[in-house]
């Protein structure tokens, strides 16, 4: 009722004022004829029409419905506005675990996005959330957002961000190795979060100091028309601020003042013009222009400031990155799985020393040789015995020997497979026109020309061409075959597709001495590489004893993890040097071919035949390992062209690198 009586009275007060109004204004002022009673008039009227929707305007925003202060808070900045109607940030209630879920971020992300300065509130933190959801599928579906079609992070931060990694070339790896995204998504945070913090205390030393209440200016005088009702509320906007408003209501309440004078004065002609107050007018536009002016030239003077630290600080993360990209490079190139090096206390680190090695270059060169060095990786396939059946593999082949250990053979007496045609006496599994020339010889029934059952004899010479063949077991026919296992077989040096299972460890006892130096010690590294990349893909292990002097020996498993990788980078990066003592390494080497994980290891020696002729005990216990395990014994000669002694009490194989051109090295690399 209150509020009802009080529309009512306002809009009686309008219509009275309007009509007073129109009644004095009635007389249209032409041409430069000045009238100062009436301007005076006019100008009163003016301002107690102001202080009527002043008191209006109060009495409406009271109920909750001041369309001032709405559009002011959604004119004003997200933070601002957020805290005003938004609850604060609780990373660590249902919301957060929420999304942690449903967006594929893990819970200290959700922890890194609520701890950044411009999350300001719940709603800051969901946006981000879902910004930073954005940026992890894109990534793992190997591209980068478009710069600036995101709403996090901020510009210029986000164009700079998306530049570097575009340069990294990280799309690629974050799609291969979804380990690595969680760390790089990590960092961005914290790039994000020492941008953000950067930005808003430079915010607040450009922002003018506050003034004291004792500087502050006296409030302006209010017409006699205002009264109590002008002074307003503290932080409301006064009728000159909210100018748009104020002329719809003005305009209204005008209107319907003319109609009802027009009623009354008996079609009476009105025209009237209201003018705001031309000097309030030009000193408000005077201000405006000004504040204008002075926010125009803040965010100029903002927006280098804030670039300059956006391309500082991507800066670093790119130069931090970029060994850390290139050694990735040379890493996905060498090897197909880099998953155990991508394991840390949190997830990939490019700041462990893994990454930061230079040997990377090293190795890189090494695979580009190997890509022409065939020799080598036939050599290494054929290292390693298969214990017994398996899946399908390519693996050296074996065939039946009597008094070798036992293996996997092909043998017809279990015939699985039609595998092919040769020639046998089965006449069983003979083709066709084997068949047909068989029974060309055989007695044919037939008919004479009186109609009589008669026996013709058949071809001769097609029966004895089919006896000749038979006996000679040279009938075509179809290949049948079956893989026998636990039979007496040797390995020969070729390859086949076979039922192998998996193909035994690789021992490599590597010759580092002085004499090693120059293309033979590429050539050196080069089969460790091998040996080791073979390994990896066909889920061997791999062990090097790198000898030189009386107990000079250093021993690695060459694995693809962060401990074993650096012990490689390091040694591929260093230097042959000092003496050869060939039985220590073969004493460890026949100390692991005891253990149960080993005893189906075969040994390389690569060597470039300058060493001496190893102790008898090992002689024979190397010859005891051959006969009882069927141990095979590899030579790699890289030098001599001919066999040592020494090599020839050692291996059970022997082959000499040729492919000198390859490595640098003189075509005629022999001395």
Not at 57 to 86: C, F, L, M, V, Y
Not at 241 to 265: R, T
Not at 384 to 396: S, T, V
Request: aromatic share 6%.
């Amino acid at each position: 009722m209150l509020s009802s009586s009080m529309s009512a009275h306002h809009s009686n007060l309008l219509t009275e004022v309007c009509r007073e109004m129109a009644a004095t204004f009635s007389t249209r002022v032409r041409g430069s004829v000045t009238c100062s009673q009436a301007y005076l008039t006019r100008n009163q009227r003016h301002r107690e029409l102001h202080a009527v929707l002043r008191s209006r305007s109060r009495h409406a925003k009271s109920k909750g419905h001041d369309r001032t202060r709405i559009q002011t808070a959604a004119s004003a900045p997200e933070g601002a506005a957020a805290n005003i109607s938004k609850a604060p940030v609780d990373s660590s209630g249902p919301l957060s675990t929420h999304f942690a879920r449903n967006l594929g971020l893990t819970r200290d992300m959700i922890q890194e996005l609520a701890e950044l300065p411009g999350t300001k509130n719940m709603d800051h933190l969901r946006d981000r959330a879902q910004a930073l959801s954005q940026w992890k599928t894109s990534m793992q579906q190997g591209y980068l957002p478009e710069a600036g079609t995101l709403d996090w992070p901020v510009e210029p931060f986000q164009s700079s961000f998306v530049n570097a990694l575009d340069n990294l070339g990280m799309p690629r790896f974050t799609r291969r190795y979804p380990k690595l995204l969680d760390s790089l998504l990590r960092q961005m945070v914290q790039l994000v979060h020492d941008f953000e913090a950067e930005a808003e205390s430079q915010q607040e030393q450009e922002a003018p100091p506050k003034p004291d209440d004792a500087g502050k200016p006296p409030p302006p005088q209010q017409s006699q028309g205002q009264g109590q009702d002008g002074e307003g509320e503290e932080g409301e906007p006064q009728p000159g601020n909210n100018q748009e408003m104020s002329e719809e209501d003005m305009e209204e309440a005008l209107k319907q003042g003319m109609e009802a004078q027009a009623g009354e004065g008996e079609g009476q002609e009105i025209d009237m013009s209201i003018e705001m107050d031309e000097s309030q007018q030009g000193n408000q536009g005077q201000g405006e222009e000004g504040t204008e002016e002075q926010e125009g030239e803040g965010d100029a003077n903002a927006q280098p400031s804030l670039s300059k630290l956006a391309d500082d600080l991507v800066q670093k993360f790119e130069e931090q990155w970029k060994a850390t990209a290139e050694n990735l490079d040379a890493a996905s190139k060498a090897f197909d799985n880099l998953e155990d090096l991508m394991d840390g206390k949190a997830g990939f680190d490019s700041s462990t020393s893994v990454w930061q090695q230079t040997g990377w270059g090293e190795l890189d060169n090494l695979r580009k040789k190997l890509e022409n060095l065939k020799e080598l990786r036939d050599l290494v396939r054929q290292l390693g015995r298969a214990g017994g059946k398996g899946p399908l593999r390519k693996a050296p082949q074996e065939i039946w020997s009597s008094g070798k250990p036992p293996g996997v053979v092909r043998s017809p007496l279990q015939p699985e497979e039609t595998r092919g045609l040769t020639r046998s006496d089965d006449l069983s599994r003979m083709l066709p026109f084997e068949a047909h020339l068989m029974a060309a010889g055989w007695p044919k029934n037939d008919t004479d020309a009186d109609g009589n059952e008669v026996v013709r004899e058949g071809s001769r010479p097609a029966r004895l061409l089919h006896m000749v063949r038979r006996a000679e077991r040279n009938l075509m026919s179809y290949e049948r075959t079956g893989w026998v296992d636990d039979e007496p077989s040797r390995v020969t040096g070729r390859l086949e597709v076979r039922p192998a299972a998996e193909l035994g460890p690789i021992i490599v006892c590597l010759d580092t001495s002085g004499s090693m130096s120059g293309a033979r010690e590429t050539v050196a590294k080069a089969v460790t590489l091998e040996c080791m990349r073979g390994a990896v893909r066909q889920k061997r292990a791999c062990f090097l004893y790198a000898f030189s002097g009386p107990g000079q020996v250093m021993e690695m498993e060459l694995k693809v993890d962060s401990s074993s990788m650096a012990k490689l980078l390091k040694f591929l990066t260093g230097g042959f040097n000092g003496g050869t003592d060939v039985d220590k390494p073969l004493e460890l080497s026949l100390k692991r071919l005891a253990e149960k994980e080993w005893n189906q290891a075969d040994i390389l020696m690569v060597t470039d035949g300058e060493i001496p002729r190893p102790s008898e005990w090992v002689k024979k216990d190397l010859k005891a390992a051959v006969d009882d395990l069927g141990l095979e014994i590899h030579g790699l000669l890289v030098g001599q062209q001919d066999t040592t002694p020494a090599m020839q009490d050692i291996c059970t194989h022997l082959h000499v690198f040729k492919s000198w051109s390859a490595v640098g090295g003189k075509r005629n690399y022999y001395y």
